[in-house]
Structure formats: structure tokens, C-alpha cells
């Protein structure tokens, strides 16, 4: 894929990469009056970089970029949302019970009381009685099984932080272009912002795709193409 921009900015975020995805249609103008105004309901700062990136980026793709008069549209926005949405968390414990072993260990204690002599023979007598006690020790060991004993409930939140752009015929209200750049967190716009200007900086308008990028403090690199 041609590169037709090179942005030389440091990306001042943290050097884990994330995954941003780019999306683009194009159909080419059957005419030869390219001339286009750039167009954003945004009032963030990042819509005037937005602004100045694309002024280029729209010239080396072929538009005369005008502020009034121009027979093409290009609109542009970004925006973080979120949505929370209610899930089932299973919870874990025992349920039931896969063996049961027990062990048991006695003693036995004798106790003689009496009188012992011997006989003129040599013999020895034992004149009394005995007692004796047991003493016993068990041990129960108990192989539970486990797994899911039922589910409560939480709360899930998505986030989803998008630039979307598009080129318009401003007589015939036809889409020549859309693409768009996302990502499935919260992401600042400024950080945000330097992500879309390396990966637009990285196509050509000239083209349909669907692409991954692997974005990090470094840049944006393609890691996936789906055409």
C-alpha cells in the first residue's frame, strides 16, 4: 500500500499497543472539477488539526480544497461513546461432593494392678487384675467438585472512540467516500487524533478496504487486511 503521508509527531502515550481498525469506499468522480471544502460540526481543538491534516491529505489524492464554491464536501467528526448494558456474572463453589476417605488410628493402654511372687520352683505368680483403655483418632478428608453454583448480576460498559469521514456531491447528495477509524475504548483526543493522521497518512483514498493497525508510543503499523 503506498504511503503518501509521513507524520514525524511522537505519540506521547503509554508503549502498549492497541488495535485500531480502518474502514474505506471509494468511488471515483466522473468529472474533473475536484474541488472541495472541508466541513465539521466539531469546536474541539482536534478538529482544527483535522483540518490542516486533511487540506494535505486531500490535495495528494487529486481535490483542490477550496473554503466556498466547491462542488465536493468533505465531512469529518469524532466522538467517544459508551454503552452499559446489564450481564449475568457466574459465581463458583461447591457443588457437590466426588469421594469421601477416612482414616482411623487406636491405641490400646494396659494397666496391671496386684501382687507378683514366686513359687519355691521359680515360677512367677500374678495375684490382681488388669484394666485397659483405647484411644482412637479418626481423620475425614472430604474431594469436593466445583463449578458454577448460579449468577448475579452486573453491569458491562462499552466504549467505542470513532473518526468518520466522507466525501459528498453537494448537487447530487451522492457518497463518493466513507472510512472511518476505531477503537473499542476511551482514548484522548489528542492521543486519538495523531492515531487517525498516521494511519490516514499510511492510504490513499483511492482504494476499498478494511485494515487493522498495531498502534503504540511508536506509530501505527498494518498487522491485518481483510480484502
Not at 494397666?111 to 483418632?137: K, V
Request: glycine share 6%; with cysteine.
Amino acid at each position: 500500500m503506498k504511503n503518501i503521508l509521513i507524520l514525524s509527531s511522537l505519540l506521547t502515550v503509554t508503549a502498549c499497543a492497541d488495535t485500531y481498525v480502518f474502514n474505506m469506499k471509494y468511488l471515483e468522480p466522473s468529472d474533473k472539477d475536484k474541488t472541495i471544502c472541508l466541513v465539521t460540526m466539531d469546536k474541539n481543538i482536534e478538529a482544527t488539526v483535522y483540518k490542516n491534516f486533511f487540506t494535505d491529505w486531500l490535495t495528494l489524492n487529486g481535490y483542490k480544497v477550496k473554503e466556498t464554491k466547491c462542488k465536493y464536501i468533505f465531512g469529518y467528526t469524532s466522538s467517544m461513546k459508551s454503552h452499559s448494558f446489564n450481564v449475568d456474572i457466574p459465581e463458583y463453589g461447591i457443588t457437590g461432593i466426588n469421594s469421601i476417605n477416612t482414616t482411623t488410628n487406636s491405641k490400646t493402654n494396659t494397666y496391671l494392678q496386684g501382687q507378683a511372687y514366686n513359687n519355691w520352683r521359680g515360677n512367677t505368680y500374678f495375684d490382681g487384675y488388669a484394666t485397659s483403655n483405647t484411644q482412637s483418632n479418626s481423620t475425614t478428608n472430604i474431594d469436593y467438585n466445583y463449578g458454577i453454583t448460579g449468577f448475579r448480576q452486573g453491569v458491562e460498559t462499552v466504549f467505542i472512540t470513532k473518526f468518520w469521514s466522507f466525501v459528498m456531491n453537494r448537487q447530487t447528495n451522492d457518497i463518493l467516500y466513507e472510512s472511518s477509524v476505531s477503537i473499542d475504548k476511551p482514548v484522548s483526543g489528542s492521543d486519538f487524533a495523531m492515531r487517525v493522521m498516521s494511519i490516514y497518512g499510511q492510504n490513499s483514498m483511492h482504494t476499498s478496504n478494511k485494515v487493522e493497525y498495531s498502534c503504540d508510543n511508536v506509530g501505527c503499523k498494518e498487522s491485518k487486511s481483510f480484502f
